[in-house]
């Protein structure tokens, strides 16, 4: 690294991005994922150099980043080119609430805010624990989280616990440390059978059709389809690994659980 703390990061992912706001460190950044809309300023203030999957490698040279963070294998390739063209890139991988934590703390500690970067995920951490309790002792709605539609795919593992965090039972819970998305793959007569009560679909940035949903075969018996529980969740909402998921994608689940 050129500069410690470095002087210059550029942000493949949202949640690297939302955390580096959130600890006063924004200045350091110098490009953002193209997905990146949390705090809703980043759209004005830095210029777009990826998506998901791919990243404009010139670009990202011209900004002379000392830093650039990356998420999950996915950036594989875009990591390998990065580094090829002479960067120094951290690719984190956290797939639970513990890891989204432990993510925060790590970015402080490469960014030289160490205290700060503590007591955001301190302050997180007991948040999590309150809503906990708070729903701990009524009834536990089943729920399927859908987070894609062809193939049936259920939600990662930070949203299977949430989901429990906020009161309710995901019927996939089996499912959510599986490591790639193929592992999370549901035939439709196993939701069928597992008979949830809610519904939930964040479509990973492809909007939700509920009427798509209640209309698969067989689907008509599920409790959530008889009784009209099919709820959008907003991927920026869920399915962002880091403090977003945390806050206004959990209340987002609480609201649908509880209405």
Not at 71 to 100: H, K, P, T, W
Not at 133 to 157: M, N, Q, T, Y
Not at 218 to 230: F, H
Request: charged content about 25%; proline content about 7%; hydrophobic content about 45%.
């Amino acid at each position: 690294m050129r500069h410690f703390p470095p002087r210059r990061i550029v942000c493949l992912t949202e949640e690297t991005v939302e955390t580096l706001y959130l600890l006063g460190e924004q200045d350091r950044i110098v490009g953002v994922s193209g997905y990146a809309v949390r705090p809703p300023q980043v759209r004005k203030e830095k210029p777009r150099i990826s998506a998901f999957t791919s990243a404009d490698i010139p670009k990202v040279l011209d900004l002379d980043p000392d830093l650039v963070l990356a998420f999950s294998d996915m950036q594989a390739d875009i990591v390998a080119g990065l580094m090829r063209a002479g960067l120094e890139v951290y690719a984190f991988n956290q797939r639970d609430i513990a890891g989204i934590l432990a993510m925060i703390r790590t970015l402080g500690a490469l960014v030289g805010v160490v205290e700060r970067a503590d007591a955001l995920a301190a302050s997180l951490d007991h948040r999590l624990a309150e809503i906990r309790a708070k729903w701990s002792g009524g009834p536990r709605p089943k729920v399927f989280f859908e987070e894609w539609d062809e193939p049936l795919i259920c939600g990662i593992g930070w949203v299977s616990e949430l989901i429990e965090v906020a009161g309710g039972i995901d019927v996939c819970a089996d499912r959510r440390d599986a490591a790639a998305a193929r592992e999370r793959i549901v035939p439709p007569e196993e939701v069928v059978a597992a008979a949830p009560d809610v519904i939930l679909a964040s479509w990973c940035g492809k909007k939700v059709r509920a009427e798509k949903i209640a209309a698969r075969p067989g689907w008509q018996a599920i409790p959530a389809v008889a009784t009209g529980r099919i709820v959008e969740i907003k991927s920026p909402l869920i399915l962002q690994p880091g403090p977003a998921a945390l806050t206004d994608g959990l209340d987002a689940l609480v609201a649908a659980l509880h209405p």
